[in-house]
């Protein structure tokens, strides 16, 4: 028989962690498994999941982002002052509002590498700045009724799947190729790893650093603009704690905050794990606090199972 | 000295670690009132003695320890210090961050319940120090003070805890002249109070200012005893040095060619000084001298690791920029750090990653790494290197020091870089894998590659370079030249070297 290595083996216990989950409800609440309520589930991790991967890149460098919340609300706010207030056009808007999210993104990394801040502090200064941004220019109000041409992409199908779950595909798929196969995935796994090591060893430290916090802004505003959609107006104070949803699906798959340890495809299966929690219990009607304390309980009984594991 | 009394007598204690035999039948003994010397080259076996004796090894030692008469079987540290037994090391061990009055009463602070006697605290903090005559604010957090001020108060904390015996290891490589002075005083003082003393150092001609006696130790061993009034720096050199050259560092050296890498004048404030020297293609180029000499700093600046203040380095005859470790590499040079685990490996990467770690740029199309080639130059290295580990996939973490070791000398092998760097090649790697290592540099220098050898291991340097090249307090002390290492006998070429990196010049 084939053996397995230890990363391998523990995303397949991951896996099957999930089926149990899965095969539970559907046993217990057989309303489970009805296309609408999978669709919904779908669409609803699909915004956290986004976001999920672009943690996890930033966390294999050793780092956290706690900004990306917030620049959930600053894309939802842009999309609708631009195509609403200002009335451009949908595919500029779009890429105004991406743009502007990638320039908060560089300046983490910049904060980070040159300024040399920890990154939990840096971080912690924009996630404030750009939810105060968020809320300064819109006055706290949501800005509703965006045009049908650009909501109407929530409810789209495509290949007979909800058009936020592509999106996410895609992202995944991004996420995969960039840690598995290009130069950068190799330099973002050696800087997580050991930073000195890497820098001596010819990788230039701020393109990567910047990279990692630009590529998660990246997935934040495509979250940003997928949740305005679904909810057809820009809101301030959308995003907020996606950020913590993200680390934690990303630790569930198997991040590790001290670096070098992560993949998309483990973080994946930490945010489905999640949502099918938090959809479980919904639909068997627990208490949504309860969930809460599930989740929480989940994320320390991941890693605590992964710590005991390695010193063995 | 008839009346003097033994504080601590060692009688032929021997250690023995996995592979290799650190020390072999060694007596010392120091007497209340006393300062002990002991002094050997790097390996010599100083620090494992010391260990010994304070219980860093627990009880696995041979050979019996005795405390002012009583024999006792060391168990762990803590029964070092409730026997009274101090050392104080080169990074002072306190807390930085707590203020003196605390530091001297870490663990054991004066109160009653929650409640801290702050008063008691700093009185009795300020007392015992003003008795010695430190002048220090008992307020002041440890880490404003200066490293002689801290070293100062770590001392005054070994009187105050009743101790019976201190050992300074190292004490003033980190010092200045002044502070040096009042270092020297204040063990006179503790001298006169009856305190035994065992004092390490390199540079020996501080022994002849506040030592009574010197043991010499060398590889392992006992190499002989003298009271300091009846003995120079000359005789103990060489007590230190002398012995037999295995045909371990024997290794083929081919024809020199062009000079490969050249440095001139290369300055850093406070770290290095008008450094300049070269090394030709086919050449091994050994650079020695004493930790905390500038040998790393220059090779790490060299390397674009530190920035520098003036001066130049030539790749093959032509000015080059460094600013960057990349730079560096582009021009064909590659690094050994001292410290492979902390500054060569990316442990949790897998033995095919590290070994591409610095040619990934070469290995990537527009970004995508060709998983092949990638495979292929690991495949190559772990073969004609003999790296041992069960799979590429294996990570660097779980591999034993010499293979780590092989590992980063592949990295640089798998980018062809032809200048290399090695500091400290062989620290923490057994016999085999040493003789490995040597026979790799052997290949290298055959292939026309310039190499540069760091050691503070002397036997090792002299060994297998063509030149030698001596730092001492960040500067370029002299040179041992090719027709001095061919033709002298190894005594006194240790000698010359040793006097040289402990701030004698070369006449």
């Given at each position: 028989m084939k053996r397995f290595d230890r990363n391998t083996l523990s995303k397949i216990s991951l896996v099957l962690i999930l089926v149990v989950i899965c095969v539970a409800l559907a046993i217990f609440q057989p309303s489970f498994l009805k296309t609408t309520n999978i669709f919904n589930l779908l669409r609803t991790t699909s915004i956290t999941g986004l976001i999920a991967i672009g943690m996890t890149v930033v966390i294999i460098t050793g780092g956290i982002d706690l900004s990306v919340g917030s620049v959930v609300g600053i894309s939802s706010v842009l999309c609708g002052i631009l195509m609403k207030q200002n009335g451009w056009p949908?595919?500029?808007?779009?890429?105004?509002?991406?743009?502007?999210?990638?320039?908060?993104?560089?300046?983490?990394?910049?904060?980070?590498?040159?300024?040399?801040?920890?990154?939990?502090?840096?971080?912690l200064g924009t996630m404030e700045m750009g939810r105060g941004l968020a809320m300064y220019i819109t006055?706290?109000?949501?800005?509703?009724?965006?045009?049908?041409?650009?909501?109407?992409?929530?409810?789209?199908?495509?290949?007979?799947?909800?058009?936020?779950?592509?999106?996410?595909?895609?992202?995944?798929?991004?996420?995969?190729?960039?840690?598995?196969?290009?130069?950068?995935g190799r330099n973002i796994y050696a800087v997580g790893s050991n930073m000195e090591a890497a820098r001596l060893s010819g990788i230039k430290l701020a393109p990567t650093i910047c990279f990692c916090y630009m590529f998660n802004a990246f997935c934040a505003a495509i979250a940003g603009i997928l949740l305005t959609a679904r909810i057809t107006s820009g809101q301030p104070s959308a995003g907020e704690g996606y950020e913590m949803t993200a680390i934690a699906a990303s630790v569930i798959g198997g991040a590790s905050l001290a670096g070098a340890e992560g993949s998309a495809i483990g973080t994946v299966i930490g945010a489905c794990i999640m949502a099918v929690i938090q959809n479980g219990g919904n639909l068997l009607g627990i208490n949504s606090f309860i969930m809460d304390i599930a989740t929480g309980a989940l994320v320390v009984i991941a890693v605590l199972i992964e710590k005991n594991k390695k010193r063995t | 000295m008839s009346e003097s009394r033994e504080v601590v007598?060692?009688?032929?204690?021997?250690?023995?670690?996995?592979?290799?035999?650190?020390?072999?039948?060694?007596?010392?003994?120091?007497?209340?009132?006393?300062?002990?010397?002991?002094?050997?080259?790097?390996?010599?076996?100083?620090?494992?003695?010391?260990?010994?004796?304070?219980?860093?090894?627990?009880?696995?030692?041979?050979?019996?320890?005795?405390?002012?008469?009583?024999?006792?079987?060391?168990?762990?540290?803590?029964?070092?210090?409730?026997?009274?037994?101090?050392?104080?090391?080169?990074?002072?061990?306190?807390?930085?961050?707590?203020?003196?009055?605390?530091?001297?009463?870490?663990?054991?602070?004066?109160?009653?319940?929650?409640?801290?006697?702050?008063?008691?605290?700093?009185?009795?903090?300020?007392?015992?120090?003003?008795?010695?005559?430190?002048?220090?604010?008992?307020?002041?957090?440890?880490?404003?003070?200066?490293?002689a001020q801290q070293e100062m108060v770590s001392i005054a904390k070994a009187i105050s805890e009743d101790a019976k015996l201190i050992i300074f290891d190292e004490p003033t490589a980190q010092l200045t002249e002044k502070d040096t002075a009042m270092l020297f005083d204040m063990i006179r003082q503790l001298k006169a109070r009856g305190l035994a003393i065992i004092y390490i150092s390199h540079r020996l001609e501080e022994l002849f200012e506040v030592c009574d006696e010197v043991t010499v130790l060398k590889d392992g061993q006992y190499a002989g005893h003298k009271m300091i009034a009846d003995t120079t720096v000359d005789e103990l050199v060489a007590m230190m040095v002398g012995r037999e050259m295995t045909d371990m560092y024997d290794i083929q050296h081919g024809k020199?060619?062009?000079?490969?890498?050249?440095?001139?004048?290369?300055?850093?404030?406070?770290?290095?000084?008008?450094?300049?020297?070269?090394?030709?293609?086919?050449?091994?180029?050994?650079?020695?001298?004493?930790?905390?000499?500038?040998?790393?700093?220059?090779?790490?600046?060299?390397?674009?690791?530190?920035p520098f203040d003036s001066g130049s380095v030539l790749v093959d005859g032509k000015e080059v920029t460094i600013k960057d470790p990349s730079d560096a590499i582009a021009c064909g040079i590659g690094l050994l750090p001292e410290d492979r685990r902390a500054q060569g490996l990316c442990l949790h990467m897998s033995v095919k990653n590290n070994i591409n770690l610095a040619s990934y740029?070469?290995?990537?199309?527009?970004?995508?790494?060709?998983?092949?080639?990638?495979?292929?130059?690991?495949?190559?290295?772990?073969?004609?290197?003999?790296?041992?580990?069960?799979?590429?996939?294996?990570?660097?973490?779980?591999?034993?020091?010499?293979?780590?070791?092989?590992?980063?000398?592949?990295?640089?092998?798998?980018?062809?870089?032809?200048?290399?760097?090695?500091?400290?090649?062989?620290?923490?790697?057994?016999?085999?894998?040493?003789?490995?290592?040597?026979?790799?540099i052997e290949q290298l220098i055959a292939q026309g590659d310039a190499v540069i050898i760091i050691s503070s291991y002397l036997p090792e340097v002299l060994g297998l370079a063509n030149r030698v090249v001596v730092f001492s307090e960040g500067k370029l002390m002299g040179e041992i030249s090719e027709d001095e290492l061919k033709n002298k006998p190894s005594d006194e070429l240790e000698k010359k070297a040793l006097m040289m990196a402990s701030g004698f010049k070369s006449e």
């Amino acid at each position: 028989m084939k053996r397995f290595d230890r990363n391998t083996l523990s995303k397949i216990s991951l896996v099957l962690i999930l089926v149990v989950i899965c095969v539970a409800l559907a046993i217990f609440q057989p309303s489970f498994l009805k296309t609408t309520n999978i669709f919904n589930l779908l669409r609803t991790t699909s915004i956290t999941g986004l976001i999920a991967i672009g943690m996890t890149v930033v966390i294999i460098t050793g780092g956290i982002d706690l900004s990306v919340g917030s620049v959930v609300g600053i894309s939802s706010v842009l999309c609708g002052i631009l195509m609403k207030q200002n009335g451009w056009p949908v595919g500029i808007s779009l890429i105004v509002t991406i743009v502007i999210c990638l320039l908060i993104g560089l300046v983490n990394g910049l904060l980070i590498h040159y300024g040399k801040l920890p990154p939990f502090i840096a971080t912690l200064g924009t996630m404030e700045m750009g939810r105060g941004l968020a809320m300064y220019i819109t006055k706290g109000r949501t800005i509703p009724s965006l045009p049908q041409s650009f909501t109407g992409f929530a409810q789209l199908k495509i290949l007979g799947l909800p058009s936020l779950f592509i999106v996410w595909v895609v992202v995944i798929l991004l996420g995969f190729y960039i840690l598995r196969f290009t130069r950068m995935g190799r330099n973002i796994y050696a800087v997580g790893s050991n930073m000195e090591a890497a820098r001596l060893s010819g990788i230039k430290l701020a393109p990567t650093i910047c990279f990692c916090y630009m590529f998660n802004a990246f997935c934040a505003a495509i979250a940003g603009i997928l949740l305005t959609a679904r909810i057809t107006s820009g809101q301030p104070s959308a995003g907020e704690g996606y950020e913590m949803t993200a680390i934690a699906a990303s630790v569930i798959g198997g991040a590790s905050l001290a670096g070098a340890e992560g993949s998309a495809i483990g973080t994946v299966i930490g945010a489905c794990i999640m949502a099918v929690i938090q959809n479980g219990g919904n639909l068997l009607g627990i208490n949504s606090f309860i969930m809460d304390i599930a989740t929480g309980a989940l994320v320390v009984i991941a890693v605590l199972i992964e710590k005991n594991k390695k010193r063995t | 000295m008839s009346e003097s009394r033994e504080v601590v007598r060692l009688e032929k204690i021997s250690k023995s670690f996995p592979g290799v035999k650190a020390l072999t039948d060694v007596d010392f003994s120091v007497n209340a009132g006393s300062v002990h010397a002991l002094i050997g080259e790097n390996g010599a076996g100083k620090s494992t003695l010391i260990k010994t004796l304070m219980g860093t090894y627990g009880n696995k030692y041979e050979g019996r320890i005795f405390v002012e008469g009583q024999e006792v079987k060391m168990q762990n540290p803590i029964m070092a210090k409730e026997l009274g037994l101090l050392a104080i090391y080169q990074d002072v061990q306190m807390a930085p961050h707590l203020t003196v009055g605390e530091n001297f009463f870490l663990g054991r602070l004066p109160g009653s319940g929650l409640a801290v006697n702050w008063k008691k605290v700093y009185e009795d903090a300020a007392k015992t120090l003003g008795d010695l005559g430190i002048e220090v604010d008992v307020r002041k957090r440890l880490k404003d003070l200066t490293v002689a001020q801290q070293e100062m108060v770590s001392i005054a904390k070994a009187i105050s805890e009743d101790a019976k015996l201190i050992i300074f290891d190292e004490p003033t490589a980190q010092l200045t002249e002044k502070d040096t002075a009042m270092l020297f005083d204040m063990i006179r003082q503790l001298k006169a109070r009856g305190l035994a003393i065992i004092y390490i150092s390199h540079r020996l001609e501080e022994l002849f200012e506040v030592c009574d006696e010197v043991t010499v130790l060398k590889d392992g061993q006992y190499a002989g005893h003298k009271m300091i009034a009846d003995t120079t720096v000359d005789e103990l050199v060489a007590m230190m040095v002398g012995r037999e050259m295995t045909d371990m560092y024997d290794i083929q050296h081919g024809k020199t060619g062009d000079v490969a890498l050249e440095v001139r004048n290369l300055t850093k404030q406070g770290q290095f000084e008008d450094i300049s020297f070269s090394v030709r293609t086919g050449e091994i180029l050994g650079i020695f001298g004493l930790v905390g000499s500038g040998r790393t700093e220059t090779v790490r600046t060299i390397f674009g690791a530190e920035p520098f203040d003036s001066g130049s380095v030539l790749v093959d005859g032509k000015e080059v920029t460094i600013k960057d470790p990349s730079d560096a590499i582009a021009c064909g040079i590659g690094l050994l750090p001292e410290d492979r685990r902390a500054q060569g490996l990316c442990l949790h990467m897998s033995v095919k990653n590290n070994i591409n770690l610095a040619s990934y740029r070469d290995i990537s199309k527009a970004g995508k790494v060709n998983a092949a080639i990638e495979k292929q130059n690991a495949e190559r290295f772990k073969e004609s290197i003999a790296i041992k580990t069960p799979s590429l996939e294996q990570l660097v973490r779980n591999l034993s020091g010499g293979n780590q070791q092989k590992v980063v000398i592949a990295k640089w092998l798998c980018k062809q870089s032809h200048i290399l760097i090695f500091d400290e090649p062989t620290v923490g790697v057994d016999v085999n894998a040493k003789k490995e290592i040597y026979k790799l540099i052997e290949q290298l220098i055959a292939q026309g590659d310039a190499v540069i050898i760091i050691s503070s291991y002397l036997p090792e340097v002299l060994g297998l370079a063509n030149r030698v090249v001596v730092f001492s307090e960040g500067k370029l002390m002299g040179e041992i030249s090719e027709d001095e290492l061919k033709n002298k006998p190894s005594d006194e070429l240790e000698k010359k070297a040793l006097m040289m990196a402990s701030g004698f010049k070369s006449e």
